[in-house]
């Protein structure tokens, strides 16, 4: 086993596919991640010139999920994404060694790679409890992402944990989990926000990377823009029904077999930014609109914290108070209609009784003169 | 300090320490300690749930119809079983009822998770404990077709296909960047498999990495997606219209025909792969019977997947329900989940405190409070642990039990009740398997076993998928396109104070979520999940888990490179973000 | 008035639109120029318009029969919105510019003076004449200085927010590339979620439905016991006579 880097061409020429399957699988990945034919050229001297890129993939307080999601990606497969396309050096769920082994990886990586690795976190660092409510290796999580941060070339923070905290961070939020761009501040951070996200979209922003050799285009939140500038609204196939003014109002109701807009449900898709409606899951069979639940915003920051997720309106926590803006704001309104009536009742007695006086006073001068 | 827990098992931590921390392949994290004897066998274990994120402690004052989403966060491995068991206790504290069809397609779900994460845990997360990818590169292509062909009809077993996987390894480890593969213990004289069929392993390694994600399709037509598909109280998001105006937009011929397809297929692989992977990979282990644990005498199971809706007895309930203690095969007790002497967490080695940590609280009282302090003999600072002190609080994990007795849950113990339980389609299999490999059936009570029952249960789930499916067309056919019992969606249509519990087997064990639900907000809100059975810390009594008591008595061959520790441990298939939540 | 809004008054009059300032004739004020007695009107009924479509938006309507491609109510119901909110923006613009042309009256609902002692001696007098302590209200030309502290907090403010809030919520639909996100997007770096844009801009609706309560009631009260005509934002003057 040599020191050599060896690069994605080079490995896959080996493999005995031939240089045309590759030029074809360039202009695949070109196509796949919406970019010009042109670009399947770049991607190809990319692919040839470079070795593996090291990606580092760690966990922090999560569910795993993003990494069930990853290896769901049909294109590329993720066998080949990480036997031809990046090289998987750590990531605890499904590397062979263990303990110290594994440790020593991380040292090694570092050193040998410095400023050249991909860092990707898995769920986020809880810092209440001096970080001890993930350990690893016997030590606060915290302390081993911020050593590992130090010396990457860029962060990846997959899924809704790692870009804002996530269901943990929700309301206590009794850790103090803390979404990865509060705790390192100075590296890019790309955040591919879902719970989990899906899994092309987490494949292609990695792929982007090896193959570009530069970062994706971000918005001002951190996403990469290739996937996260549109809503679900904005591409939902039940838009039209909702255009139409035509809504589910009840689960299993004669609209739901029909196909009708979840707006009604909750539907958060016109306040969610994520390529669900387009991409869709699974290899394109659904997602959770086309199988009947409205979307509940996972890509969002903070959308466990947002009320029910079955109420269109959503509820505000605040002073003391939960209810939806329509609830506080008709008690409101109320209360001031009342303040009103009431308030022309008594200006209306009052003006009664000094007409009467006046009336009186008048009549006594009339005596008086 | 030799010490003979009420359990029946004997600790000594006095011999040499050793850490296994990361433990990996895991889901979350975990950490190990084992006192080594003089021979190199292990004569105490120490497991440590290492992570915590309360969730519970976040559900208080939420919607009780949200809780679903919430809980099936707790895991993405076992995706969907929190959610189900969520909704299953909701219903249950409120008096909701499903229609037939919402039971059906949440029992396809259910076991669609089953069937996908026994073949993931197996080849993605155990199969490196057995098999020794680098000896594959030594193998003979055309011996390895010919192993392959003898023990199943495969198709694609040609001498070309094994080569080619190996050419591919070749080449990746020939380009020193080992990837996954780094740093692990390939050459280990634990591994025993010869090269053609650790090829024959490895390429199926990459085979049902590829299979796997067609699985979860399932889960993609009735929940949206997968991992985390949507469930809802009352019955199924997914409405039905096979043949009505706008059936495009619901379940239809096409949603079921995918369906149906990927359930042939999955059973076509379980049984053409799976199965005659375990089978030979056994037959080179059958003289590696460790990791008995607690299989061999306390086992237990709530048993799940009704074949009528809301109807939870156990007659309905297709998968075996019960309690065996001490080893007692003739008995199975009967659970209750409502009677708060049966199932009780205690914390006392646990980094939680109660008023008082001697007694344990049933889940509806439960509370969880973190209260993280070592033990005074742990080695290391507070934020730099070389030993922990299992004397003291050692671990997130709250230690469950069954009326005082510490159990195993999981594939082997439902094999273990169904079998007890005279079921054939439980007992059959295994014997015949244990046939295969000329073991009694004492040797299902081992490490071996664990794996084995799990092989056996995903084949048995990918045909209950198919059971099901079935039941749902023939439902349909017969004009029943109900999905969800709408009735009690009305938070105003319930009473001001409820409590229920749900239950499921999850693919690693017994599930309960516990629910009180006050002024139609959460009260509380308690999970007990199968990984805090099996992972427990050692009670106030000092009764060992699962875990701990399974690593005892295994000699190691290498101290310095934890195999056989990994091995026994991913028998479970731990969950850590499921243990503590 | 400044020259330019009499130049615009002179037009207008000519076309027979606005009314002449007759106070240096009368014992009047000419409180509310033509423009910005054309806006209160037109603002009142963008604000309608707002209001009543956009409570719709936030409950949805029931739903419509037939096909969706039939259908495009709950389209018209948000097209609506838009262009009120539009003529709300622009007219809001409009008087901006009135208050920087216009008299000192077109200009006190842009700020508080805070800063005066007089304004709190008068705040202190109002609010006793409508607790009904006070016999009558100093006399105001203008807003009283109640009414000016409520258009400002109640009116100025939530309109602005409104139209940033709404504005924002509109870039959503035409795109990052929009000029309505270019100018306004920066509300999602204050708010990620924009669930809670949709909120604050929903609460916003109640905040000026109060408003118009209040304000209704007491223009009218004012209107009778005060004997200022509401025809004060109809004509403009404001008889000082008693
Ligand atoms: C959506 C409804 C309405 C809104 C938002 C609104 C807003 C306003 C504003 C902002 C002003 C201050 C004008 C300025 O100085 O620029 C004003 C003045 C006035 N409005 Fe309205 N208005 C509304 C409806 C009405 C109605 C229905 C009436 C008649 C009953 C009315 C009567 C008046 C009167 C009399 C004034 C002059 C008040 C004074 O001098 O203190 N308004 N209104
Ligand atoms: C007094 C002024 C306004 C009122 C009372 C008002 C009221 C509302 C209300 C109640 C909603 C529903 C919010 C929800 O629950 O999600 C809404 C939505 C909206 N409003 Fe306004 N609005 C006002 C001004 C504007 C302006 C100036 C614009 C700019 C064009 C605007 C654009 C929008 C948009 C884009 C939405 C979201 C529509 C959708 O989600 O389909 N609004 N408005
Ligand atoms: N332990 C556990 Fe789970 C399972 N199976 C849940 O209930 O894995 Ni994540
Ligand atoms: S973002 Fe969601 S899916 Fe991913 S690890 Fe966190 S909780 Fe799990
Ligand atoms: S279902 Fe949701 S995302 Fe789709 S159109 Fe309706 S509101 Fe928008
Ligand atoms: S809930 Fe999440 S998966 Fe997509 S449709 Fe909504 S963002
Ligand atoms: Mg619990």
Known sequence: MGEATETFYSVIRRQGITRRNFLKFCSLTAASLGLSPLAANDIAIALETKPRVPVIWMHGLECTCCSESFIRSAHPLVKDAVLSMISLDYDDTIMAAAGHQAEAILTETRAKYKDRYVLAIEGNPPLNEDGMFCIDGGKPFVEKLRSMAEDSMTIIAWGSCASWGCVQAARPNPTQAMPIDKVITNKPIIKVPGCPPIAEVMTAIVTFITTFGKLPELDRQGRPKMFYSQRIHDKCYRRSHFDAGQFVEEWDDESARKGYCLYKMGCKGPTTYNACSAVRWNGGVSFPIQSGHGCFGCSEDGFWDKGSFYDRLTTIKQFGIEANADQIGRAAAGAVGLAVAAHAAVTAAKRLTRKREGVVQEKRSKVQS | ?581 | MSGKTAQVLNVLSSVGVAGKDRSADRDVVYVYEMPVRVWHWVNAAAIMVLAITGCFIGTAVPTMPGEASDNFFFGYIRFAHFSAGYVLAVGFLLRIYCAMMGNPHAKQIFYVPIWRRCFWDELWQTIRWYALLAVRSDKCAGHNPAAQLMMFSMFTLTTAFMIVTGFALYAQGSGQESWQFGLFGWIFGVLPNSQDVHTLHHLGLWVIVTFVLIHVYAAIREDIMSRRSISAIISGERDLRD
Request: hydrophobic share 35%; glycine share 8%.
């Open chain 2, 1 to 581: 300090m030799r010490v003979q827990t009420p359990n029946g098992f004997t600790t000594d931590n006095s011999g040499k320490r050793i850490v296994v921390d990361p433990l990996t392949r895991i889901e979350g994290h975990l950490r190990v300690e084992v006192n080594l004897d003089a021979d190199n066998v292990i004569c105490n274990a120490v497991s440590s749930g290492t992570m915590w994120r309360g969730i519970e402690t976040i559900l208080r004052g939420r919607d009780p119809r949200d809780a679903w989403a919430f809980t099936e966060r707790i895991c993405g491995v076992c995706t969907g079983t929190h959610a189900l068991t969520s909704v299953r206790a909701v219903e249950n504290a409120l008096g909701i009822t499903i229609p037939e069809n919402a039971n059906s397609i949440r029992n396809i779900m259910q076991l669609c998770l089953q069937v996908h994460d026994h073949l993931v845990h197996f080849y993605h997360l155990h199969a490196l404990d057995w098999v020794d990818v680098f000896s594959a590169l030594k193998a003979d292509p055309k011996a390895t077709s010919r192993l392959a062909q003898s023990v199943s009809p495969w198709p694609r077993s040609s001498p070309g296909y094994f080569k080619d996987l190996q050419i591919r390894l070749t080449k990746f480890f020939d380009s020193g960047q080992l990837g996954p593969f780094k740093n692990a213990y390939w050459g280990h004289p634990a591994y025993k498999l010869s090269p053609e069929a650790n090829l024959m392993a490895v390429t199926h390694y990459s085979e049902a990495l590829d299979f796997q994600k067609e699985i979860v399709k399932i889960h993609a037509v009735y929940g949206g997606k997968n991992p985390h598909p949507n469930w809802l109280v009352g019955g199924v998001p997914c409405a039905i219209n096979v043949d009505g105006n706008g059936a495009i937009g619901a379940i239809n011929m096409e949603r079921l025909n995918l369906v149906s397809s990927i359930i042939d297929r999955s059973i076509e692989f379980v049984e053409q792969v799976y199965l005659p992977d375990i089978e030979l990979i056994g037959s080179f282990y059958r003289g590696w019977l460790y990791g008995c644990g607690l299989s061999g005498r306390s086992v237990m199971s709530y048993g799940d997947v009704p074949e009528n809706a809301n109807d939870y007895s156990t007659k309905s309930l297709r998968v075996p329900r019960g309690v065996i203690l001490n080893g007692n095969l003739r008995e199975v007790l009967p659970v209750d989940h409502g009677d708060p002497d049966q199932i009780q967490e205690f914390v006392a080695h646990s980094w939680y405190k109660y008023p008082d940590e001697f007694r344990g609280l049933h889940p509806w009282d439960g509370i969880t409070e973190p209260n993280f302090e070592l033990g005074a003999n742990f080695k290391g600072t507070r934020t730099d642990i070389k030993e922990l002190d299992e004397g003291g609080k050692y671990s997130w994990i709250k230690a469950p039990r069954w009326r005082g007795n510490a159990v195993e849950v999981g594939p082997l113990a439902r094999y273990i009740i169904g079998y007890a339980q005279d079921k054939a389609e439980f007992k059959e299999p295994a014997e015949r398997l244990l046939k295969a490999l000329k073991l009694p059936v004492t040797a299902l009570f081992s490490t071996l076993g664990r794996t084995a029952a799990r092989a056996l249960e995903c084949q048995w789930a990918a045909h209950q998928m198919r059971h099901f499916q079935d039941k749902l067309v023939a439902h349909i056919k017969a004009g029943d396109t109900a999905t969800a019992d709408v009735s009690k969606w009305n938070p105003e249509s319930w009473p001001m104070e409820a409590k229920g519990y749900g239950f499921t087997e999850a693919p690693r064990g017994a599930l309960g979520h516990w629910i009180k639900i006050k002024d139609r907000k959460i009260d509380n809100y308690q999970c007990v999940v199968p990984t805090t059975w099996n992972g427990s810390p050692r009670d106030p009594k000092g009764n060992i888990g699962a875990f701990e008591a399974s690593l005892i008595g295994t000699p190691m061959a290498d101290p310095g490179k934890p195999l056989e520790i990994l091995r026994t441990i991913h028998s479970f298939d731990p969950c850590l973000a499921c243990s503590t939540h």
